[in-house]
């Protein structure tokens, strides 16, 4: 790949794809005004992308290009069969200016995995990881200041074109990083969120929870949707039969002041790295630890007195302030962000930001 001293900064460049210039965002000191008001999450690119493609039985050399549409056959695999994967991981800006990736290696090896699910062709880790590195080498002017981050989305697809290969893996594959400078997930920041428990539908395709493709996003949105139009709430926890599982995007945990409480993991929800990491530092900083199995009843029993969470790349860690059950509102203690939730956030995000020492080796300096 092209090596970072030839690239041009992002400041210097005038065909940038797109940029909050017209909404109080600054490129010069990457800073968002608090007063104005923040694209959504993820909806803003910087400029350079890291690609490659899988041709014959190897993954080409990477190389940086503008952000900017690829071309795709009409008859290619992913828009008739679904061949995606992704992932989704974060490069922040440390006080002393050295960007920092959160866990890359574990995104590097989920993403991996769900390749293999898929299958889809399976680039290396030594691959992926330069892709990473080259792409926020290449957009690091373009990390904003804490609390905002520059959001990292390795993306692989199948390009085969062929409409009859409903039975057959791609033989041919696209394998690109975005970057997206975002600032929170959900619209107002730090605050309790609505989350209506659904106990029929399930979020992901049975097997295929723990691959992080896009057919299990695109499964559960009309359950999101619905949530939403009906509710006003911000995500929904899929439980079925009454066993609790994930929201549409996040993990989900129960907290009080010595425990934290999720379910353990099986196949059929994402595994967060995220939620790894926040039961590490549950641990290291004294409290008990349960992975177990979950059922509503005990929820909603646990969230009149206690805290409750989700936990993901994008959410962080976001408490729980209501939980709505057919149409019933099940507030979480006090129907604010817990104490608990707001120190487990606070020291991820310590750790993620270079103000505590990393004592895990999660972090990859660039």
């Not at 409903?166 to 730090?190: H, I, K, N, Q, R």
């Not at 990393?358 to 660039?366: A, F, K």
């Amino acid at each position: 790949m092209q090596p970072a001293t030839n690239r041009p900064r992002s400041s210097d460049r005038t065909d940038r794809a797109v940029g909050w210039h017209n909404l109080a965002y600054n490129p010069a000191i990457m800073t968002i005004s608090a007063s104005s008001a923040a694209p959504p999450f993820g909806s803003v690119f910087a400029a350079q992308m890291a690609l490659t493609s899988f041709v014959g039985d190897r993954f080409e050399s990477a190389s940086m290009r503008r952000t900017g549409p690829i071309e795709l056959h009409p008859g290619a695999h992913v828009l008739h069969y679904a061949s995606s994967c992704f992932e989704g991981l974060k490069a922040y800006r440390g006080a002393d200016g050295t960007a920092r990736i959160f866990r890359l290696d574990a995104h590097i090896a989920r993403m991996e995995e769900s390749a293999r699910l898929l299958c889809l062709p399976v680039p290396s880790a030594e691959l992926l990881r330069d892709m990473v590195i080259d792409t926020v080498t290449a957009n690091r002017d373009e990390i904003p200041e804490a609390p905002g981050s520059l959001y990292l989305r390795p993306t692989l697809i199948g390009t085969t074109a062929n409409v009859g290969a409903a039975a057959s893996p791609p033989t041919e594959g696209l394998l690109y990083v975005l970057a997206c400078p975002v600032g929170d997930y959900f619209a107002g920041g730090t605050r309790p969120l609505r989350l209506v428990i659904e106990t029929e539908a399930m979020r992901a395709t049975p097997g295929f929870g723990r691959a992080k493709a896009g057919a299990n996003y695109a499964a559960a949105l009309r359950t999101v949707v619905a949530a939403r139009q009906e509710h006003q709430a911000d995500q929904v926890l899929f439980a079925p039969g009454g066993d609790v599982q994930e929201t549409g995007a996040s993990n989900f945990l129960l907290l009080d002041d010595r425990r934290v409480i999720t379910k353990p993991l099986d196949s059929s929800f994402l595994h967060g790295v995220t939620r790894s990491s926040i039961l590490t530092i549950a641990a290291d900083l004294g409290y008990v630890v349960e992975e177990r199995q979950l059922v509503v009843a005990e929820v909603l029993d646990w969230a009149r007195r206690r805290e409750a969470a989700l936990s993901g790349t994008a959410a962080v860690l976001s408490g729980v302030g209501i939980l709505v059950l057919d149409g019933e509102e099940h507030p979480v203690g006090d129907g604010e962000v817990g104490a608990n939730t707001l120190r487990l956030r606070s020291a991820l995000t310590d750790i993620q930001f270079g103000a505590v020492e990393d004592t895990h080796g999660w972090v990859t300096l660039v």
